[in-house]
């Protein structure tokens, strides 16, 4: 028996089951002799489908079966292996697993590999993952026992030798009692028992004096697993124990790692996530932290220069965070947002160009090129007794966005390099932040930037009307919805608005809105009338759809869309409106009386739904009537009536002696306090007439003379309206355009001239074709017309009228001139 002098003694702490690693035992020559059931679960392979084979053609890939052979004297030199693998399961994917190989001695110097393997994606969300877990956990010794069924030690490791202070040959052939009854043998002997019995893993942690531990006590957890031979039998258990005691500091990491998946990065504010990684870091890794950023970050905007080119110095930086365990020591040299300056021979200049973290485990205070940059500020870090360094670089993608820096004053143990794998675990957490929130913002500023390309800058009607306008995107995140509104000034001081709302919110729903908006100017640029224009329309956004499918073959996804299409003449002060499956607009005249009109609805656009055609109706509006059109998010919500919205709106509008932009801004505020379910959009207009001074028209009979009439009338009325200077111009414009009135058209012919932001001359007549110019050849005699009065006109063009068509041409106006 042993001598009970050195035997340790122990104290059991808590059995429980739990799923671990999968276990396989080889032979010296690689061919597998054991096999486990969690070992089945993993890979997939049975106990009679592995023993007996070699493990390089069971275990690795076939591409990794050479590497896997060059390994084997490597393993045996050094008594094991540890690291990542990727590994094949039976059904053909791929794991990614760490594997761990550990010789095991047996009687007569015979030797046995235990393979153990445990795939990645597997542990819980409370360990860490990656390198961090790999050289905390890995690494740490493993004491390892094979006994057979009825509990003999055949197989053992050096590593439990120096466990428990017994040499390995007194191992094989004793129990546990035979080794060390004072062990708490019996305890670990039943908990083997029950792992015989079940088949099942089981763990059972114990407390125990150790010889090499001189009195202290140490924790060991031992892991029980059942082997099977290659009938799927169980021919013993295998136990794993571990020397947790210094895992204490370990799993504080794991506790810190979990802590910064929920501390780290609560918001989108790149300070505020630098701060919070300071935050965090002390005191738990460090006594000081520091979090600087690249000085572009802050503003949204990444770095310039990518990890590993050089472009002279280094950039600046921002402090966005700091930490200490004393923040009310004032002699700390570091100020949260002030400008760094990088020496460039320093080493956070080299982790800056080069992306590598700097470990200085005794840091030199009294040289260095950061000491002879910044001699006041070294002094200080010397008075505070700073004696330990670790600079992390803030990697995301191939940027570094900028360094965090952690430094050891009052805790006397130097940074180590577990310390900086955990650093850099930690710093790579808060880089994910970073690069998402840097992300979030140059989509967000690409999306606002595609908003203010879509949406009019500036608005405007010209004499016509004076306008206002809103929109409230139910996107607040993106600030981009699918609502729209335009002010299209159009031939012969008339205006067209328009309001147009996109099934769906966000950047997909503001690219199709573009598209319909610069349609829609296309379109009106045609002069067509209101219901002619949204049939158009609703052909076009059919076409896109179409268009959008990913195959022929495939139904189109419908993207619908309402609109609102009004044409107000100013010269009438009549209104022409249609509309497409949008509410009404409102009217408000002169004493604050608000109707909606009754106007035919339409289908909206893009469903094909159009088997009623669009009809337009038109009002006379005095002078001083408030146009309102508005998307439905302004008058819909979820928990009201349209009808009670509309009610609102109404009352709202109601208010006289409001300026526009007041008006619009009351509006709004009437809106239900929570976030809108729909895009807002919401178009003022108060209308004007023109003065019967503005206007001159003249009836001209369908032949020859009456372009000299038309002539003389026109340089009449220019005099009495101070435009002589015009008179040449208008005189050949006059010409062109009766000319081809009496040539091509028929019926009487009207001429009409219009003062206002700027001189409109128009001719109609009874002929419903519309003229084209032609490129006359130098030998024809006719064709130049057209050509003539697109020279001498700022703008030409023609559009439908009742009874024929328009054809019309304008010509600008100084400043002095259209003010009267």
Same mark, same amino acid.
């Given at each position: 028996?042993?001598? $009970?002098?050195? =035997?340790?003694?122990?104290?059991?702490?808590?059995?429980?089951?739990?799923?671990?690693?999968?276990?396989?035992?080889?032979?010296?020559?690689?061919?597998?002799?054991? &096999?486990?059931?969690?070992?089945?679960?993993?890979?997939?392979?049975?106990?009679?489908?592995?023993?007996?084979?070699?493990?390089?053609?069971?275990?690795?890939?076939?591409?990794?079966?050479?590497?896997?052979?060059?390994?084997?004297?490597?393993?045996?030199?050094?008594?094991?292996?540890?690291?990542?693998?990727?590994?094949?399961?039976?059904?053909?994917?791929?794991?990614? =697993?760490?594997?761990?190989?550990?010789?095991?001695?047996?009687?007569?110097?015979?030797?046995? &590999?235990?393979?153990?393997?445990?795939?990645?994606?597997?542990?819980?969300?409370?360990?860490?993952?990656? /390198?961090?877990?790999?050289?905390?956990?890995?690494?740490?010794?493993?004491?390892?026992?094979?006994?057979?069924?009825?509990?003999?030690?055949?197989?053992?490791?050096?590593?439990?030798?120096?466990?428990?202070?017994?040499?390995?040959?007194? &191992?094989?052939?004793?129990?546990?009692?035979?080794?060390?009854?004072?062990?708490?043998?019996?305890?670990?002997?039943?908990? =083997?028992?029950?792992?015989?019995?079940?088949?099942?893993?089981? @763990?059972?942690?114990?407390?125990?004096?150790?010889?090499?531990?001189?009195?202290?006590?140490? %924790?060991?957890?031992?892991?029980?697993?059942?082997?099977?031979?290659?009938?799927?039998?169980? =021919?013993?258990?295998?136990?794993?124990?571990?020397?947790?005691?210094?895992?204490?500091?370990?799993?504080?990491? +794991?506790?810190?790692?979990?802590?910064?998946?929920?501390?780290?990065?609560?918001?989108?504010?790149?300070?505020?996530?630098?701060?919070?990684?300071?935050?965090?870091?002390?005191?738990?890794?460090?006594?000081?932290?520091?979090?600087?950023?690249? !000085?572009?970050?802050?503003?949204?905007?990444?770095?310039?220069?990518?990890?590993?080119?050089?472009?002279?110095?280094?950039?600046?930086?921002?402090?966005?965070?700091?930490?200490?365990?004393?923040?009310?020591?004032? !002699?700390?040299? *570091?100020?949260?947002?002030?400008?760094?300056?990088?020496?460039?021979?320093?080493?956070?200049?080299?982790?800056?160009?080069?992306?590598?973290?700097?470990?200085?485990?005794?840091?030199?205070?009294?040289?260095?090129?950061?000491?002879?940059?910044?001699?006041?500020?070294?002094?200080?870090?010397?008075?505070?007794?700073?004696?330990?360094?670790?600079?992390?670089?803030?990697?995301?993608?191939?940027?570094?966005?900028?360094?965090? @820096?952690?430094?050891?004053?009052?805790?006397?143990? /130097?940074?180590?390099?577990?310390?900086?794998?955990?650093?850099?675990?930690?710093?790579?957490?808060?880089?994910?932040?970073?690069?998402?929130?840097?992300?979030?913002?140059?989509?967000?500023?690409?999306? +606002?930037?595609?908003?203010?390309?879509?949406?009019?800058?500036?608005?405007?009607?010209?004499?016509?009307?004076?306008?206002?306008?809103?929109?409230?995107?139910?996107?607040?995140?993106?600030?981009?919805?699918?609502?729209?509104?335009?002010?299209?000034?159009?031939?012969?001081?008339? %205006?067209?608005?328009?309001?147009?709302?996109?099934?769906?919110?966000?950047?997909?729903?503001?690219?199709?809105?573009?598209?319909?908006?610069?349609?829609?100017?296309?379109?009106?640029?045609?002069?067509?009338?209101?219901?002619?224009?949204?049939?158009?329309?609703?052909?076009?956004?059919?076409?896109?759809?179409? !268009?959008?499918?990913?195959?022929?073959?495939?139904?189109?996804?419908?993207?619908?869309?309402?609109?609102?299409?009004?044409?107000?003449?100013?010269? $009438?002060?009549?209104?022409?409106?249609?509309?497409?499956?949008?509410?009404?607009?409102?009217?408000?005249?002169?004493?604050?009386?608000?109707?909606?009109?009754?106007?035919?609805?339409?289908?909206?656009?893009?469903?094909?739904?159009?088997?009623?055609?669009?009809?337009?109706?038109?009002?006379?509006?005095?002078?001083?009537? +408030?146009?309102?059109?508005?998307?439905?998010?302004?008058?819909?919500?979820?928990?009201?009536?349209?009808?009670?919205?509309?009610?609102?709106?109404?009352?709202?509008?109601?208010?006289?002696?409001?300026?526009?932009?007041?008006?619009?801004?009351?509006?709004?505020?009437?809106?239900?306090?929570?976030?809108?379910?729909?895009?807002?959009?919401?178009?003022?207009?108060?209308?004007?007439?023109?003065?019967?001074?503005?206007?001159?028209?003249?009836?001209?009979?369908?032949?020859?003379?009456?372009?000299?009439?038309?002539?003389?009338?026109?340089?009449?009325?220019?005099?009495? *309206?101070?435009?002589?200077?015009? %008179?040449?111009?208008?005189?050949?414009?006059?010409? !062109?355009?009766?000319?081809?009135?009496?040539?091509?058209?028929?019926?009487?012919?009207?001429?009409?001239?219009?003062?206002?932001?700027?001189?409109?001359?128009?001719?109609?007549?009874?002929?419903?074709?519309?003229?084209? /110019?032609?490129?006359?050849?130098?030998?024809?005699?006719?064709?130049?017309?057209?050509?003539?009065?697109?020279?001498?006109?700022?703008?030409?063009?023609?559009?439908?009228?009742?009874?024929?068509?328009?054809? *019309?041409?304008?010509?600008?106006?100084?400043?002095?001139?259209?003010?009267?």
């Amino acid at each position: 028996m042993t001598n $009970t002098d050195h =035997m340790p003694l122990a104290e059991p702490v808590s059995p429980r089951e739990t799923p671990d690693a999968a276990i396989a035992m080889l032979d010296a020559e690689g061919t597998v002799v054991g &096999w486990t059931h969690a070992a089945q679960q993993l890979v997939g392979y049975t106990a009679q489908e592995v023993v007996g084979r070699p493990a390089a053609h069971v275990l690795p890939p076939p591409e990794d079966v050479l590497r896997a052979a060059s390994h084997a004297e490597q393993c045996r030199a050094q008594g094991g292996w540890s690291g990542t693998v990727a590994i094949r399961h039976r059904v053909g994917h791929t794991l990614k =697993m760490t594997l761990r190989l550990s010789l095991l001695w047996g009687q007569d110097a015979s030797t046995r &590999w235990l393979v153990s393997v445990t795939d990645i994606g597997t542990l819980s969300s409370e360990a860490t993952n990656g /390198p961090v877990r790999e050289s905390l956990l890995a690494r740490a010794p493993i004491g390892i026992v094979v006994h057979d069924l009825q509990l003999r030690c055949t197989l053992v490791n050096d590593v439990m030798e120096h466990h428990v202070g017994v040499p390995r040959d007194r &191992w094989f052939g004793s129990h546990l009692n035979d080794l060390f009854p004072g062990f708490e043998a019996e305890a670990l002997e039943a908990v =083997m028992r029950q792992v015989l019995e079940s088949g099942t893993t089981k @763990v059972h942690e114990y407390r125990a004096w150790p010889p090499a531990g001189r009195g202290q006590a140490h %924790v060991f957890s031992a892991s029980f697993f059942c082997l099977q031979d290659a009938d799927g039998e169980t =021919m013993g258990v295998c136990s794993l124990s571990v020397d947790v005691t210094g895992n204490r500091r370990a799993r504080e990491r +794991l506790a810190i790692l979990s802590e910064a998946s929920t501390r780290i990065g609560s918001t989108l504010d790149v300070m505020q996530t630098g701060q919070e990684l300071a935050t965090l870091a002390v005191p738990l890794l460090a006594d000081h932290a520091l979090v600087d950023l690249v !000085e572009s970050v802050p503003f949204g905007v990444e770095p310039s220069v990518r990890i590993g080119t050089t472009s002279g110095r280094p950039p600046l930086l921002r402090r966005a965070g700091l930490a200490t365990i004393d923040p009310d020591v004032p !002699e700390l040299p *570091w100020v949260r947002e002030e400008v760094i300056h990088v020496h460039p021979a320093s080493s956070f200049a080299t982790a800056l160009r080069t992306g590598r973290s700097y470990l200085e485990p005794v840091l030199d205070t009294h040289a260095g090129p950061w000491v002879d940059h910044d001699p006041a500020r070294a002094q200080k870090v010397r008075d505070n007794g700073v004696h330990s360094l670790m600079v992390v670089p803030i990697r995301a993608r191939r940027y570094v966005l900028g360094l965090a @820096v952690f430094c050891r004053s009052e805790e006397q143990t /130097p940074f180590q390099e577990d310390d900086l794998l955990l650093a850099e675990e930690l710093v790579t957490r808060a880089a994910l932040c970073l690069d998402n929130a840097l992300r979030y913002a140059h989509e967000r500023t690409a999306a +606002l930037t595609l908003q203010r390309d879509l949406l009019p800058h500036h608005v405007g009607g010209g004499r016509a009307v004076d306008v206002a306008s809103r929109y409230v995107p139910a996107d607040m995140d993106h600030g981009v919805g699918g609502d729209w509104f335009d002010v299209i000034k159009l031939s012969g001081a008339r %205006v067209a608005l328009v309001v147009g709302d996109v099934v769906g919110h966000g950047i997909n729903a503001a690219a199709t809105m573009g598209r319909l908006r610069t349609a829609v100017r296309t379109l009106a640029d045609l002069e067509l009338p209101p219901h002619e224009l949204l049939t158009h329309l609703d052909d076009t956004v059919r076409r896109l759809n179409e !268009e959008d499918a990913d195959t022929p073959d495939q139904d189109p996804a419908v993207v619908g869309a309402t609109c609102l299409y009004a044409v107000y003449d100013p010269a $009438t002060r009549r209104c022409t409106m249609a509309r497409a499956g949008h509410p009404p607009p409102a009217i408000i005249d002169p004493q604050g009386h608000v109707i909606f009109p009754d106007l035919p609805v339409g289908a909206p656009l893009g469903f094909g739904l159009g088997l009623v055609p669009f009809e337009s109706v038109e009002l006379e509006l005095p002078e001083g009537t +408030l146009l309102a059109l508005y998307t439905d998010g302004l008058v819909e919500s979820r928990d009201d009536d349209i009808d009670v919205g509309l009610d609102r709106l109404g009352a709202a509008l109601a208010r006289t002696g409001s300026s526009l932009e007041d008006l619009c801004s009351h509006v709004i505020e009437t809106l239900p306090s929570q976030a809108p379910a729909d895009d807002v959009t919401l178009l003022l207009a108060r209308t004007h007439g023109l003065e019967p001074a503005q206007v001159a028209s003249w009836e001209l009979p369908n032949e020859p003379a009456a372009v000299r009439i038309a002539r003389q009338a026109a340089v009449h009325q220019l005099s009495e *309206w101070g435009l002589e200077y015009l %008179v040449t111009s208008v005189e050949l414009i006059v010409s !062109e355009l009766v000319t081809n009135a009496i040539r091509y058209g028929g019926g009487p012919i009207r001429l009409r001239l219009i003062q206002h932001q700027v001189l409109t001359c128009e001719v109609s007549d009874s002929n419903t074709s519309h003229p084209r /110019p032609r490129h006359p050849h130098s030998i024809d005699e006719n064709g130049r017309g057209l050509f003539l009065v697109a020279q001498l006109s700022r703008r030409w063009g023609s559009r439908s009228a009742t009874n024929g068509k328009v054809v *019309w041409a304008e010509q600008d106006l100084p400043s002095k001139a259209v003010a009267v």
